[in-house]
C-alpha cells in the first residue's frame, strides 16, 4: 500500500524516501495529492519564514517560494512545459508534434513559456503574501498534483512506441483517478473548506479542458504534457486566488485548520 506513497514522493519530488517503489505503477497515482500538499506545507512555511526574517518583503518571500518549488521537483514540470510549448508550437501535426517533444533540446517557445509561467507564479506569490493569504499555495498544489492522476486515467498514451509515463498512463484504472479525487477533496476543505472545493472544481475544469486540447493536438498525454498540465493547473490557481482569494475567504465558509 505505502509502496505507492514512495514512488509517488519519488516521482513528483527529490525528497530521500526509504521503502520500495511500488511493481504497479498506478497504484502512486492516488498518492499524487497527498504529495502535492507535503510540497504546498513546505512552500507555504518556506515562504512565511522568509517573510519574517525579511521583516516583511512580499517579493522576495514569493521568489523563495518560487524558487523552492523549481528545487523540490527537480524542475520536472517545467521541463515538460516547455516540450509542450515547442512541440505544440512547432508541430503542425500530431507526428511532428510528438518528434519536437522528444527532442532534448529546448527551442524558444519553451523558453518563453518556462519565462512566463515563473513570472506568473511570482507575481500572484507576492499579491498572495502581501494579502496574508500565502497558504494557498497548499490547494494549488494539491489540485495540480491531482490534475496528473486525473489525465492519465481518463486519456490514452500518445506515443505508439511507448514512453517513461506510458506504464502510468497505459494501466490507470477509474479507481486511481477516484481515490485521488476524493482525496484532494478532502484535503482542500480541510484547509479552506468550501473554498477550496470551487478552487478545487476550477482547476479540475481547466485540467479537463487542457486534457481536450491535448487529445485532439496529439490524441492523448504523455509524460511531457503530464507535467506541463500541472504546471499550468497550479499557476492558473495561484494567479485566480491572487485575484479573488480575498473575497472568496470572505464569502465562504473556511476548513478547520487555521491557516
Known amino acids: 500500500m505505502f509502496q505507492g506513497l514512495v514512488t509517488a514522493l519519488r516521482t513528483l519530488t527529490i525528497l ?3 521503502g520500495r517503489d511500488t511493481r504497479d505503477l498506478p497504484q502512486a497515482l492516488p498518492w499524487f495529492p497527498l504529495v502535492g500538499c507535503l510540497l504546498g506545507i513546505m512552500l507555504w512555511g518556506l515562504a512565511l ?3 519574517l526574517a525579511s521583516a516583511g518583503w512580499p517579493a522576495g518571500a514569493a521568489i523563495t517560494a518560487v524558487a523552492g518549488s523549481a528545487v523540490l521537483t527537480r524542475g520536472f514540470h517545467l521541463d515538460g512545459l516547455a516540450d509542450l510549448a515547442d512541440g505544440f508550437g512547432g508541430g503542425r501535426d500530431q507526428e511532428r508534434a510528438l518528434a519536437i517533444m522528444k527532442d532534448p533540446h529546448m527551442g524558444a517557445f519553451g523558453v518563453m513559456a518556462i519565462v512566463l509561467v ?16 500565502i497558504s494557498w499555495i497548499i490547494p494549488a498544489y494539491i489540485v495540480s498534483r491531482l490534475s496528473v492522476a486525473e489525465l ?7 506515443r505508439r512506441e511507448g514512453g517513461t509515463a506510458g506504464p502510468f498512463v497505459d494501466k490507470a484504472r ?3 483517478r477516484l481515490i485521488a479525487l476524493v ?4 484535503l482542500v476543505m480541510a484547509f479552506k473548506g468550501l473554498s477550496g472545493a ?6 479540475w475544469a481547466l485540467c479537463r479542458l487542457l486534457g481536450v486540447w491535448f487529445l485532439k493536438r496529439v490524441g492523448g498525454v504523455t509524460g511531457d504534457l503530464l507535467g506541463a498540465c500541472c504546471e499550468l493547473v497550479e499557476t492558473g490557481i495561484l494567479m485566480a486566488c491572487a485575484v479573488g482569494g480575498t473575497a472568496l475567504e470572505r464569502i465562504v465558509p473556511h476548513g478547520v485548520l487555521p491557516l
Open 152 to 158: 492519465a486515467a481518463c486519456l490514452p498514451y500518445a
Open 16 to 18: 530521500p524516501v526509504p
Open 183 to 186: 482525496s484532494a477533496l478532502l
Open 118 to 133: 515563473l513570472m506568473a507564479k511570482w507575481v500572484a506569490c507576492t499579491r498572495l503574501v502581501e494579502t496574508g493569504l
Open 49 to 51: 519564514a522568509f517573510d
Open 198 to 203: 470551487l478552487v478545487l472544481f476550477f482547476g
Open 174 to 176: 477509474p479507481g486511481h
